[in-house]
């Protein structure tokens, strides 16, 4: 016989706390279990979306703060909403289609397509490479290491990270490195910005129309949503084997990745505007950046900085040889995996340590205009994103490659909204250039 209690059957002698508390034990066994399968999903997102705050990423930031102040913020923030947008669709891509994206561009527009997308890629991935070796240069002279040093030692760790590493061991020592990020925010938060000016230029669109105004914001775009970060991703996900029961977990670790992005990027935007656009400074590069700061903000900014832009220049040195790897393949058909050992997988490790050994011999040249390649690198990477994500949309919308996971036309009009914020940057660069 049972006795009532509001309603809900009890037994005699047994007290509510024990009946609930299995209960109590299965909700936290769901949670660990929900959180065990997101940390084995983690890692595209995150790696690829904070390898964007690279060398080029950081300098571009550094400029817009130091010459615009808090204005153009919201551009970052525009940028940053289309990396979430691209990158959860080249994450997705990867996962049903099971391929990068240069292969799947030569599948579906054609071998000439596909050399074409492939050739513009290695070369704007390789002046990014070279831009992130240019980084840790600029990073450990600060700390009074010689770039003749440091650049080789460099190479030597990122190319032993990535033949001996295995596919595990990389992404661990890659999430680690993007944990150092995290100095940029201390720096910014150092440099006691005007937080409600910070605020308005996030939320309040303003643009001179000038032609660096517009240069700058189209390099924002670019280093943002960089091409080699959405080839990167794509293939990625496909070398991590992750399944499509996994999509939900995966956006998750793509929107975190790219809101962190957007969230460093803010705290060097910040940091310079606080102390260089209220003195008049103007940078050209990250490392400038990181000395105009410690007379203005405290020795600890300045060695913050330039932390970070070791850790960020170090994780991108790593993923740009690797995401050029990846397409390379793709595109001759002989997809190549990390965990390949370089004689199962000769042409991915071939073009890992071409891409990394160039980088390195023209960074050591002796007056060799690093600040004019990596600019150069990311008007590239603007350009090259127009076809890209063109090819990507198509894909997005092709039935018989995505089935059930196509596109929606409200989500690829938003697509073609990105896309056509790029070509109007391009045209009012191109026209204020030689028109104006």
């Not at 999430?175 to 938060?189: D, F, K, Q, T």
């Not at 965990?339 to 199962?344: G, Q, T, V, Y």
């Not at 890992?352 to 023209?362: K, N, Q």
Request: net charge positive.
């Amino acid at each position: 016989m049972s006795e009532h209690n509001g309603g809900v059957a009890t037994q005699p002698g047994v007290p509510d706390a024990g009946r609930r508390g299995p209960a109590g034990l299965s909700r936290a066994r769901r949670m660990a279990v929900g959180a065990a399968a997101l940390a084995a999903v983690v890692g595209p997102g995150l790696i690829a979306g904070l390898s964007d705050d690279d060398a080029a990423g950081i300098t571009t930031y550094s400029s817009l703060g130091a010459s615009y102040g808090y204005q153009l913020l919201w551009v970052l923030g525009v940028s940053t909403v289309a990396l979430i947008l691209f990158q959860d669709l080249g994450a997705r891509i990867g996962v049903v289609t099971g391929q990068g994206l240069a292969g799947l561009i030569r599948q579906r527009y054609g071998a000439r397509a596909g050399v074409v997308s492939i050739g513009a890629l290695v070369l704007a991935n390789l002046g990014t490479t070279c831009a992130e070796f240019a980084g840790i240069a600029a990073g450990s002279e600060i700390f009074g290491v010689s770039r003749y040093i440091a650049v080789p030692l460099a190479a030597l760790l990122v190319s032993g990270l990535v033949l001996r590493g295995g596919f595990r061991g990389v992404e661990r020592v890659l999430l680690v490195l993007s944990a150092v990020l995290a100095a940029y925010i201390g720096a910014g938060i150092l440099a006691r910005p005007d937080w409600g000016a910070a605020v308005r230029g996030s939320v309040v669109p303003a643009m001179p129309l000038t032609r660096d105004a517009i240069v700058i914001t189209t390099a924002t775009l670019g280093t943002t949503l960089a091409p080699w970060g959405l080839a990167f991703i794509q293939s990625y996900a496909v070398d991590k084997k992750l399944d499509r029961k996994e999509l939900g977990l995966l956006r998750i670790d793509v929107i975190t990745g790219a809101v962190l992005t957007g969230v460093i990027g803010f705290f060097v935007i910040v940091a310079c505007a606080a102390k260089m656009f209220a003195e008049g400074i103007r940078v050209t590069d990250a490392a400038s950046a990181a000395v105009a700061l410690e007379p203005l903000a405290g020795p600890i900014a300045k060695e913050l900085f330039a932390i970070g832009l070791l850790g960020a220049s170090l994780l991108a040195a790593s993923i740009l040889p690797l995401s050029t790897a990846y397409s390379v393949c793709d595109v001759a058909g002989r997809p190549a995996a990390l965990d390949d050992s370089p004689r199962e997988a000769p042409l991915f490790y071939v073009t890992f340590g071409v891409v990394t050994v160039v980088a390195v011999l023209l960074v050591l040249i002796p007056g060799m205009p690093l600040v004019p390649v990596l600019v150069m690198s990311q008007v590239l990477n603007a350009v090259l994103l127009l076809p890209l994500l063109f090819y990507m949309a198509g894909i997005a919308r092709d039935r018989r490659l995505m089935g059930e996971f196509v596109a929606r036309r409200g989500v690829t009009y938003v697509y073609y909204v990105v896309i056509a914020l790029i070509v109007v940057c391009i045209a009012l660069m191109l026209g204020l250039t030689f028109i104006g």
